[in-house]
């Protein structure tokens, strides 16, 4: 039944979001602030997409989510028609990631991860459903599979590989073929490692204009699954000094950053990695914005960021425990998983631990696709928690 109760709202989650939405704006700002004093609007846009996605949070809270179910292939084939039309617009920086519309543009990939787990937990939830049929595994595999092929053919591989964290989180509850997927996931991290090896010592341009005796003593061919971009931040990620005018300067700016903030910071506006320059002004308010974070306020600003996200995603853990029904219980475990690794992902890549991605970090990255799609996904975690199993 449609309808809010306030009795019912999660309002620790509700607080943490706003919180968190507040505070987005004012690190954006200060991304954007110069020694000039000339600022950017990108704040204010940033409120307008969070008004934006507030209003879509409390429809979705009040949108009983047990319907979705009934619609999810509906949604699920609305995401994938996106994903197809991205294609049919020009490309942006080389890739085509975004619906150019009037007055704002639209990334699908981002509303693509919320379809695929409304589908797959509708279809595994579904009554009578034999998880330990093969075909079950295979339908599953297809509609996690299409999306993540038309996201990585954009080309948006870190969008793409969220699918996976997320699909095999539902699907291990379940115990869809858990030893298949236990195997799975072994291979793939050898072939990560091994791709990783390849990548370092493959043949390069300047390798290649080297004389045969100063060459290094292992060279690999070329790999051909990756583009150049994409091999680079795993090179820059693997060695120091690789493309110090490019990614590799992004890593270490970003590392500096966060490093000289110390335990508290060097205050609100204060940051020079940011102010400066340093830190690229194109990335700064987007997928490094811990960076600024971290550097205005220190350890424990950025400690007091991950707490705030420690009780987000509590509460959406929450939920997905107390829900009164099995769909539920999956997609607000399948949206769990989803916030957990673009924290985990964008904070991981800041301090240098992981490979530099295009990841934004939920309610603070500037974005507006981003921002709704977040929004979006935490209204149905309340939709769950509105109608969630007494105790």
């Given at each position: 039944m449609n309808g809010i109760t306030l009795k019912r709202v999660d309002w620790t989650m509700l607080g943490t979001i706003l919180l968190l939405i507040g505070l987005s704006a004012v690190f954006v700002y200060s991304a954007q602030f110069k020694s000039d004093d000339v600022v950017g609007s990108n704040w204010m846009k940033q409120l307008v997409f969070a008004g934006m996605g507030l209003c879509a949070y409390g429809a979705l809270a009040w949108f009983d989510y047990k319907r979705l179910a009934a619609f999810s292939w509906w949604i699920y084939g609305a995401a994938v028609l996106l994903l197809l039309l991205v294609f049919l617009f020009p490309e942006v920086n080389g890739a085509h990631r975004w619906i150019l519309l009037?007055?704002?543009?639209?990334?699908?990939?981002?509303l693509g991860k919320i379809a695929v787990v409304i589908a797959l937990s509708a279809y595994l939830a579904t009554p009578g459903r034999d998880v330990d049929d093969w075909k079950t595994f295979y339908t599953c595999f297809a509609i996690v599979g299409l999306p993540f092929l038309l996201i990585a053919a954009e080309p948006d591989l870190s969008t793409s590989l969220t699918l996976a964290p997320i699909s095999l989180a539902i699907m291990l509850y379940m115990g869809v073929q858990r030893r298949f997927l236990l195997v799975g996931i072994a291979v793939v991290?050898?072939?990560?490692?091994?791709?990783?090896?390849?990548?370092?010592?493959?043949?390069?341009?300047?390798i290649e204009a080297m004389p045969p005796?100063?060459?290094?003593?292992?060279?690999l061919p070329r790999m051909p699954f990756l583009e150049d971009y994409q091999k680079g931040r795993i090179k820059v990620f693997l060695s120091n000094d690789h493309d110090m005018a490019g990614a590799g300067w992004s890593k270490l700016q970003s590392q500096i950053a966060v490093g000289?903030?110390?335990?508290?910071?060097?205050?609100?506006?204060k940051g020079t990695q940011n102010i400066l320059g340093f830190l690229?002004?194109?990335?700064?308010?987007?997928?490094?914005?811990?960076?600024?974070?971290?550097?205005e306020t220190g350890f424990m600003g950025g400690a007091f960021f991950i707490l705030l996200y420690t009780v987000l995603l509590g509460r959406c853990m929450r939920v997905s425990l107390r829900s009164?029904?099995?769909?539920?219980?999956?997609?607000?475990?399948?949206?769990?998983v989803m916030l957990f690794c673009h924290v985990f992902v964008n904070i991981a890549m800041t301090i240098g631990i992981l490979p530099i991605t295009g990841l934004p970090l939920p309610l603070m990255s500037y974005g507006g696709s981003f921002m709704v799609s977040t929004m979006i996904a935490l209204g149905l975690v309340q939709s769950v928690y509105q109608r969630r199993r007494n105790r």
């Open positions: 009037p007055g704002f543009t639209l990334q699908p990939s981002e991290l050898v072939f990560v490692v091994a791709s990783c090896f390849w990548i370092k010592f493959e043949k390069t341009d300047a005796a100063e060459q290094p003593a292992i060279v000289s903030g110390g335990l508290y910071g060097k205050g609100y506006l690229p002004r194109t990335v700064a308010p987007t997928d490094f914005i811990f960076c600024v974070i971290a550097e009164r029904d099995e769909f539920g219980r999956l997609m607000v475990l399948g949206i769990s």
